[in-house]
């Protein structure tokens, strides 16, 4: 125990119950339910990243490569502050613009290392194109993408903070870029990473202001994608405060929306309704009803969004939907090792991937599948 307290005691403080409690301790019960990990870490005191994060498996060098760009990357976001001066000339913002553009790609396909590797370089060289001369607009606006796929890729890498400090920076470009949209997208990037650490009063409070920020723009480009993933934002964060029936309506209010946009792939978000059942996937299986988790995969097609970063989740929460219903192991086990396929670095960073292998492993000695759950077990150095 983190802090020398009886079962019952931390148990009851994470309003679960002692026997909960034990079998998490045991390893009889995957701990990959996001919120009751938000739970837990309230309990004692201390962020859900210290309770979920894992060691990367020592094999996978592209994740541990990633890992050790994180502390380049956090040292980028100190230094561009919009109010301080430059330390380099800048480059052409046209030649930028393309560096954008493949770091972008890159992390669209969870690949994280080689997006972590460039992001450093990049922010400082685009905080110098928007200190002033008449590509200081296009260079604030990169500047805001920029730190939003930062904040994504550290978010995803286990490091909540950092991912909050990139949303923050994103925030000060989007501001001075004087842009009603790009101010919302910062937002979504800050209340993700208040929910990453746990904070979804937080979360709640920054997506919804933001959403009535954006109610009159609308009708511009951006506004009404960016709204709808707001509200999602809304509806995971409400779960995440045990409000199921605001966690539903917001949901049904962005599936509203997305009925109105169709599937696009504005701002690299891709809403749309494929995204929107992805979302509530995975607030399903953590807000305690896999059967419907599974029931809406049935009616979902990963593959109408081209981007690795969202199917991933949907097969990841998936398996974890599976994996907590009665005979559905084998589902389980499928679509784990498909996320696994598709991006492989995601995966071995994941924690709830992780937990997930745990208890089906635990589940599987009598049964068959065991050799590829070992398999996936030695790739991701699970105990």
């Not at 995957?30 to 060691?55: K, Q, T, V």
């Not at 084998?330 to 784990?336: D, G, V």
Request: hydrophobic share 45%; with cysteine; glycine share 8%.
């Amino acid at each position: 125990m983190l802090r020398g307290w009886s079962v019952r005691l931390a148990a009851s403080r994470a309003g679960i119950s002692h026997a909960t409690w034990s079998r998490i301790e045991r390893g009889r019960q995957a701990a990959d339910n996001r919120f009751m990990l938000a739970d837990i870490a309230m309990a004692l005191e201390c962020s859900p990243a210290d309770l979920a994060g894992a060691p990367v498996p020592a094999a996978d060098r592209a994740a541990m490569a990633a890992q050790a760009c994180v502390y380049r990357i956090r040292q980028a976001l100190v230094d561009v502050d919009l109010s301080e001066p430059a330390v380099r000339s800048a480059p052409p913002v046209a030649d930028l613009a393309r560096t954008v553009a493949l770091v972008d790609t890159l992390r669209q396909s969870c690949d994280y290392a080689g997006a972590a590797r460039m992001v450093p370089d990049l922010l400082r060289d685009l905080h110098a194109a928007s200190r002033g001369g008449p590509d200081r607009r296009a260079g604030l606006r990169l500047l805001c993408e920029v730190a939003f796929i930062a904040s994504s890729v550290v978010r995803n890498l286990g490091h909540p903070a950092e991912a909050w400090l990139a949303a923050e920076r994103c925030r000060d470009a989007a501001q001075a870029a004087d842009d009603a949209v790009l101010v919302g997208y910062a937002a979504y990037a800050r209340a993700s990473a208040a929910s990453a650490c746990g904070s979804f009063h937080r979360a709640l409070a920054v997506a919804g202001k933001a959403v009535d920020d954006l109610e009159p723009h609308l009708a511009a480009r951006g506004g009404m994608e960016m709204t709808g993933s707001l509200l999602l934002v809304r509806a995971y964060a409400s779960r995440g405060l045990k409000r199921l029936d605001d966690s539903r309506s917001w949901a049904g209010q962005a599936a509203d929306l997305a009925g109105r946009t169709g599937e696009t792939s504005t701002m690299g978000l891709y809403f749309g309704p494929t995204n929107v059942n992805i979302w509530r996937i995975g607030i399903e299986v953590d807000g305690g009803d896999p059967g419907q988790a599974v029931h809406i995969a049935a009616t979902t097609n990963p593959a109408t969004i081209p981007a690795g970063f969202r199917q991933v989740f949907y097969y990841a929460d998936t398996a974890r939907a599976y994996a907590r219903l009665r005979g559905r192991d084998q589902e389980a086990i499928r679509y784990l090792l498909t996320a696994e396929r598709l991006a492989p670095q995601h995966i071995h960073t994941s924690p709830h991937a992780r937990e997930t292998t745990r208890a089906l492993l635990e589940r599987s000695r009598r049964q068959a599948g065991g050799a590829q759950l070992r398999g996936l077990r030695e790739r991701m150095r699970v105990d």
